[in-house]
């Protein structure tokens, strides 16, 4: 991590395009990863949660369940009980570690 002051980081800006090419571009990721976390908060359940995060991601290779809980701001087994019961719905898919929304739901 590096403080740059506001006045150096515009010179910088100004004199090297390719870094505030880079720039733009990470900042514009972080408000997109940040718009993403905001809405999956400002859902009301787990499921819709989880719909919304595997439309964003489908198909979704998940390393583990507690990976995927952290995405989902759910405990391990909240989230392991998810997606048993929505694959027994038929409200995802789930091929070992792939999870994927069915043909019909878009």
């Known amino acids: 991590?590096?403080?740059i002051s506001k006045e150096n980081l515009l010179k910088?800006?100004?004199s090297n395009s390719?870094?505030?090419e880079a720039y733009l571009s990470s900042q514009?990721?972080?408000s997109k990863r940040l718009n993403n976390t905001i809405k999956l908060l400002s859902l009301s359940s787990a499921e819709e949660r989880l719909l919304y995060y595997l439309k964003q991601n489908n198909p979704l290779k998940?390393?583990?369940i507690s990976s995927l809980s952290e995405s989902l701001y759910l405990s391990r087994e909240a989230t392991?009980?998810?997606?048993?019961k929505m694959v027994k719905e038929s409200k995802?898919?789930?091929?070992?570690?792939?999870l994927y929304l069915p043909?019909?739901?878009k």
């Open 1 to 3: 991590l590096i403080l």
């Open 12 to 14: 910088i800006l100004q």
């Open 18 to 20: 390719s870094f505030l």
């Open 28 to 30: 514009a990721e972080f």
């Open 62 to 64: 998940i390393k583990s």
């Open 80 to 84: 392991s009980r998810l997606v048993s």
């Open 92 to 98: 995802i898919n789930r091929n070992g570690n792939m």
């Open 103 to 105: 043909k019909d739901i």
